[in-house]
């Protein structure tokens, strides 16, 4: 009888050692296949964007939800791959410290007391996240925020004596092999066997988030002479890029595979849509003031250009400033795509004083077809040394930086273009895959943006769910949407079966009270 | 003998128990055996549950049996769509029971009896992909029946009685899909109530047209079990006036749902021994798990079930191999009351078929000890909760689900 037990206590133990087991499950690894692909060592390169930079800062959740480490996820499922890994911050605050000092301020999170006072504010707390304290090791995610395409390239780009006057980046300085490294090289020192590569943005979005302060660098292809918010030059970032990639996937280069990411339409982002070009309320006494102030402006000294045929009508008509009781009176501000006409109002027969002249010379009110950068949001409407007739954007126009006019859009768009074109036959040349993120923004920036099983995902500031609360940088929904758009690539281009992103499990804003 | 018993072993190595919704059918060692039969089977004290008509036929004055079982249970979850996977690391059930019962008179018994019919015990793992409907669950409702019954004529009984329940709840998983505090932790919430107190009432009734051939009815009753002002707490919530989700009281109300059992048993010979039960458990009245939150601002909880009434076919037989020794051996057929596209990983069942076996060993002539086993076999399936809402919208929540249980027992019977 003793043994009868023995059996059944055998017997029973095999039966709860079996665990319910699918037919073909995932963790056994044979649902999914890389196909041609080799994501055995992937290394992703790029920007903010690659870096998971969300709110205007850099923080361990927004890393977190990264594009590349999200499709890192995605990968190990399909084959063995080594631990994606990435030069983590310190915190959940954000910002950076460089010997103690705080270069790089905390994220933005969504404030207020009730929905209809709810605003992006930086969060109330202090980073911890010391540039020179130095991370050991390699990393897989080498997004360097900051970024231009030629950074990648150059030596000394992490070297942390840089920081301080802005000749090295203080991300990548944290995570640089070495004070004269670049980021390829520390990239290439990996051997991916697979890469992405999304970069360029920062060639133009910092000409256009600096509202045009910077200039088209055109045929100057010595990157120590740019500003940093100046234009790439065209043909440059296609040398830049075409090395970049010949040496990740060239036959001289590592000849590993890849997919390229091109650069959307600035104008896609809400940066440049949450501040309206007339948003300046008026009562009936201020706007006659500021009506009577331009009055003599209005309808002596234009018509008196035009019939000096110095001024079209229309371009005299554009100079115009009106302003009309409401809440919704264009901005003054200066154009620099203007002809400069101080000089000829302190001639005969105008003879204005040379201030009064300055004031007028480029001065037009904003049209529709401007945009104004959301930095600017708090700056309209400021006064001057406290002078209530010294109002920004009303009697004190606007400078350069804080308008992108219709010109300057268009020089952006057609550079976007340019670089989107190098892009498109680099990848051709090197057979790898194309993702036309300029394309999947402006669907998502368009009217209803983009559905993912129930979930919207738009452009819209703070509510659409793609984009982060600096208006530039995406959420991790919005990273989602981009790695699910490079999933789809690589199994077109790879023949490969790499499962989806399940964009509805990523959040989007973070609210909290805390604020500044 | 050996051989039988070998036999024996087999038909439990493909065994398998455990009933749909959270109903957990173990209310006897000797009845589990048998597939969970025993509507109309004249055993031992387990009739307190199966049937408390059945108790005036049994011959000893004082009869008891109590035991415990231990519930191995877990679920496995993919979602091949998004590369999706997730486990159940459930802790160990032990539902019990104690029945006792006492010869009054030769047409009258009294009983007291202890069982626990209904439970859950599932734990994912936290934020899995489905956290948003379910991070764990544990759920026990302890039944406490007082019984009469009374033999009408030689040949039909009747019995009864009322039925105190003390039930508890602790749930818990994420508020929705996304909320995170500052630090990315999900916010979620608790829901606890214990000491939820109902009544209900059972009564069976067993007739025996001939010596070798029992027929058997037996009802218990719905109870719905209210929970009011339970807990509620809120963790992990934005630090904002915008998701404000202050820790409050719930109400909320659970079916346990009624069963009506029919059955037959016959005695072919001194050995061998046939029982069929069919239980009928009517779930149609589970509609919806709805979760009321005192706290004003406080969005309530609604979750569709639409659960539908379900069978369950069972069959056991047992053999007497000698004065020592007995052994039993079942199947049953467990329809799941969970409908297509209501699949919530709370309770993910699916139809499952059971295989039961067990012995009983006669220590003396007063005490046995009963072993039994359960193990159930589910079937992979695909399914999915179609009626989670997120922004108004219906989010399902999908993927291939395959569940396994398997239950050992052990009990004691005594008769004097």
Known sequence: MKNYFKYIAILALGIVSCEPELENPIEDGGVYSNGEADFSNYVALGNSLTAGYADGALYITGQENSYPNILASKFALTQETVDFTQPLVNDNIGGLLLGGNQIAEPRFVLGGESLATARPARYNGTPTTEVSSKLSGSFSNMGVPGAKSFHLLAPGYGNVAGVATGAANPYFARFAS??????????LAQNPTFFTLWIGNNDVLSYATSGGAGVYQENVTDFTQYGPNDITDANAFAFVYNSLVGQLAGQDGLGAEGVLINIPNVTDIPFFKVVPVNPIPLDAATAGALNAQFGAYNTQILPGLVQLGLLTEAEANSRKITFAEGAQNFVTLVDEDLTDISGILQQAPFNLDPQTAGLLG???Q??????????????????????????????VPLSDQHVLTAEEQALVAQVTAQYNGAIAAIAQEYSLGLVDANALLSSIASDGGLNYQGVPVSATFVSGGAFSL????????????????????????????????????????TINNNVQ | MKKLFLLGLLILAGATTYAGGYRVSLQGQRGLAMGHTGVAVVNNAELAFFNPAGLVFLEDKINAAVGVSAVFSDVVWQNEEFGQS?????????????????????????????YTPYGSSVEWEKDWAGSHLINDISLSAIYVQALGSYKITENLSVGGGPIYVSGSVNFNRNLNRTLSDLEGNRANVTVDASGVSAWGWSAGAMWSPIDSLNIGVNYRSEIIVKAEDGDADFENTPDSPLTSFPDTTFDAELPLPAELTIGASYQLNDKWLFAFDYNRTFWGVYESLDVDFAAPGTPDSFNPREYEDSSIYRFGLQYTANDMFTLRAGYYFDESPVQSGYFAPETPRNDSNNFTGGLSVNVTDNVAIDASFLYSKFKEIDESYDYYQENGQNVPFEGTYKSSAFVPGLGVTIKI
């Open chain 1, 178 to 187: 070495s004070d004269n490294t670049t980021v390829l090289a520390d990239a």
């Open chain 1, 362 to 364: 480029q001065l037009r």
């Open chain 1, 366 to 395: 904003a049209t529709p077809s401007d945009l104004i950068p959301l930095t600017s949001s708090s700056f309209i409407g400021t006064t001057v040394n406290n002078n209530p007739m010294l109002v920004n954007g009303v009697s």
């Open chain 1, 470 to 509: 600096d208006g530039v940088h995406l959420t991790p929904r919005g990273y989602a949407v981009i790695a699910n758009e490079i999933v789809n690539e690589i199994n077109a281009t790879y023949s490969a079966d790499v499962p989806a992103v399940d964009v509805g499990s990523y959040g989007t804003v």
């Open chain 2, 86 to 114: 997730a486990r159940t690391d459930s802790p160990v059930g032990t539902p019990f029971y104690a029945y006792f019962s006492y010869k009054l008179s030769d047409k009258f018994s009294v009983g007291l009896a202890a």
